[in-house]
């Protein structure tokens, strides 16, 4: 599957095949591709766990309650979850990181003095912001860099995913031993759709010119209509949902994976675990 048309079918496929496993080899290609992403100071604070429905452990599994998130029902019949954590401990050897970067050529030209000024001016600055480097939102938003490569190489080697948050998550941190100074960002499902590659067409998107600007917010940047046709023969632009047979499609699918017809009724359960959460925290 070429980049464009892994991009354009980038869309959350929420039906998976729960009997058929996936290759380790799959998953292993997924977290190579966010190794490489993209990280402010080659800090490289984005971490994994993957959990294996045919490996793990009861605890481990019983620990990701199917009333955990909207549409919950995706974490119980995913052969694969991969927890995606950031580790704040990296933000404190940056400065290897740095003399890393100055070594492999990758920052400064001269080596001797700007591995002294690292270690004179900029790790000291970098280490007396300290916490305001938690806030600033460029660690995570890198972590999301390194969570979409994996998503397009899950789809260029035939798999569907969905990435969905935990409003409840202490019992699976507590379960996967993660460090205390760790933040879960998001879980994401990984599998074999168990519906059509088209999964109904284009979902709805807000209108380009509403989204992007030239210059100056609010002054829409020129959408060329052939560009368009281009990316619609590329297929990255999809014909929009929902397509003529989707409501056939998503009635099998319900009967087959046997989910509720309704979405979002997990929404009392993810409420319940956020208030049993939140009474941990009291005296």
């Known amino acids: 599957m070429e980049l464009k048309e892994a991009i354009g079918r980038r869309r959350s496929t929420r039906f998976l095949a729960p009997y058929r496993p996936v290759e380790r080899a799959k998953i292993q290609k997924m ?30 599994l019983d620990a ?27 933000l404190k050897v940056q400065g290897d990181r740095l003399h890393e970067l100055v070594e492999a050529g990758a920052a400064g030209v ?21 916490d305001n480097l938690k806030t600033g939102g460029m660690t995570e938003m890198d972590c999301g860099q390194g969570i979409a490569q994996a998503t397009l190489v899950a789809f260029e080697e035939g798999l569907g995913t969905c990435l969905l948050g935990l409003p409840a998550h202490k019992k699976l941190k507590r379960a ?7 933040k879960i960002l998001v879980v994401q499902t990984v599998g074999y759709p168990a519906e059509q590659p088209e999964a109904g ?32 023969s590329d297929k990255m632009l999809q014909d929009p949902a929902p397509l003529p047979w989707r409501d056939a ?30 009474s941990e925290d009291k005296p």
């Not at 807000?206 to 560009?227: I, T």
């Open 31 to 60: 977290l190579e591709a966010a190794t490489l992403c993209s990280f402010w100071g080659n800090v490289r604070a984005l971490r994994a766990v993957v959990i294996e429905r045919e490996t793990a452990p009861k605890e481990i």
């Open 64 to 90: 990701i309650p199917e009333g955990s998130a909207l549409g919950g029902f995706q974490l119980r019949l995913a052969p694969v979850i991969i927890v995606w954590w950031l580790d704040w401990a990296a």
């Open 110 to 130: 001269d080596k001797e003095a700007s591995h002294r000024y690292l270690d004179e001016a900029l790790i000291p600055f970098f280490q007396a912001a300290g």
């Open 176 to 182: 996967l031993k993660l460090p205390e100074d760790s």
């Open 201 to 232: 067409g284009q979902r709805p998107r807000l209108p380009f010119a509403q989204m992007y600007s030239l210059n100056v917010c609010g002054e829409p940047f020129p959408r060329d209509a052939a560009v368009v046709e281009d990316l619609k």
């Open 249 to 278: 499609e998503l009635k099998y699918l319900a009967r087959a994976l046997d989910i509720r017809p309704i979405f979002g009724e997990e929404s009392t359960e993810i409420v319940r675990a956020m208030m049993e959460e939140m």
